[in-house]
């Protein structure tokens, strides 16, 4: 049960025995009716939520404005009847705040907005970007100062390739949890309240990847694993990738030794390797096929055709060409979510992923004949 629901401000939890005892005393306390609804929804089962329930219900009668117990029911609602459990958080939220306690305000809504924000990871998750959106809507609604609704907007505009809109949202996002919880330098991963502000941040940097500010993504990185040295989100994997977009050949295999990688085949091309690189990406064909079949059509659809024979100076041109988002759709084209086999698509999305964000590399450094020569094999 939520943490933040289970702050009583009636003293010692007393066990159910003992306070069915004294509600027989004194059936008119709120106080004991909210204890004993609190004590059996602890024990969570069907006969005891719903007794539970009932109790609490009984202690709002009671006291209108026992802003616990319409928490707790909130909480206990917002799965099985969504609107009745946004209408009871909010309900809680103003009777705290009338209180002074906008924490536990803030704390009541953040976890009804939860309910949606998760739905709208879980829609993303399975490609389905607009009714992410409308899940990501609702949760604002509940509460407007939700960081992960905004992320789940940036997360959207990044596939629709809207960079300007996504940069926009993250910004907003890290600036609200900035606000809310002050600017850090150190998080805990276990803290989960600091997740989302990770997330705006990572978010943020891949928007400045697709901007071709590279010098500024690498600084972004570097300051998100000073800030988490244990790097739940992988940044120190993005470093050497960077450097190759710098052109900086030398620092981009230091990183690419020290942190690893998913262009280490590049990196041996580039450097005349292409026995090392071949072998390297057939190592990645045999885990993952599909990542060899999208990057081989990425490189080889007539619409990049003028860039392979002509490679630009800067891989953000790109990004920015309307001929690569057609490509990327084309690629989309391929697969999509199938409940019976969710870790394909995960495969796909891998692969998808890899191009639209490293395609432009493989590009600038003439790869198609090597990927191509892997295909055929595979």
């Given at each position: 049960m939520a943490d933040i629901i289970h702050v009583s401000k009636f003293g010692a939890y007393k066990d159910v025995k003992t306070l069915r005892g004294e509600l027989k005393k004194s059936p008119k306390s709120?106080?004991?009716?909210?204890?004993l609804g609190e004590e059996l929804l602890r024990a969570h089962t069907p006969a005891n939520d719903k007794k539970g329930i009932s109790h609490l219900e009984t202690a709002?009668?009671?006291?209108?404005?026992?802003?616990?117990a319409y928490g707790l029911l909130a909480y206990k609602t917002i799965y099985e009847n969504p609107r009745k459990g946004a209408r009871l958080a909010k309900k809680a939220a103003e009777l705290f705040r009338a209180k002074g306690d906008d924490e536990q305000a803030d704390a009541i809504l953040d976890e009804a907005a939860g309910y949606y924000g998760d739905k709208g990871w879980d829609n993303l998750r399975h490609g389905l970007t607009r009714e992410a959106l409308k899940e990501a809507e609702r949760a604002l609604k509940i509460y407007p100062d939700f960081i992960d609704a905004l992320n789940i907007y940036g997360s959207v505009y990044l596939e629709r390739f809207e960079y300007d809109k996504a940069e926009v949202v993250y910004q907003k996002a890290?600036?609200?949890a900035e606000r809310k919880q002050g600017a850090r330098e150190r998080i805990k991963w276990s803290d989960l309240d600091s997740r989302p502000y990770m997330r705006a941040r990572y978010g943020l940097g891949l928007v400045q990847i697709y901007h071709g500010e590279f010098t500024k993504a690498l600084d972004s990185f570097k300051l998100m694993l000073k800030m988490n040295p244990d790097d739940h989100q992988g940044v120190r994997f993005l470093f050497g990738d960077l450097c190759l977009f710098m052109d900086d050949i030398k620092r981009a295999e230091k990183n690419y030794k020290e942190y690893g990688?998913?262009?280490?085949?590049?990196?041996?091309?580039?450097?005349g390797d292409k026995t090392g690189a071949k072998r390297e990406l057939e190592a990645i064909g045999n885990e993952n096929k599909i990542m060899i079949e999208l990057l081989y059509f990425y490189l080889s659809d007539y619409r990049m055709s003028a860039y392979i024979e002509t490679p630009n100076d800067n891989p953000a041109e790109i990004f920015s060409h309307p001929k690569y988002k057609y490509l990327l759709w084309g690629l989309k084209r391929y697969?999509?979510?199938?409940?019976m086999n969710p870790l394909k698509y995960q495969e796909f999305r891998d692969a998808y992923d890899f191009c639209k964000l490293y395609g432009p590399l493989w590009v600038r450094h003439e790869t198609r004949k090597l990927v191509s020569e892997v295909h055929n094999k595979l």
């Open positions: 709120a106080e004991l009716h909210f204890q709002i009668k009671l006291d209108p404005d026992c802003a616990e890290i600036a609200k990688g998913m262009n280490g085949a590049l990196i041996k091309l580039i450097k697969y999509s979510y199938d409940e």
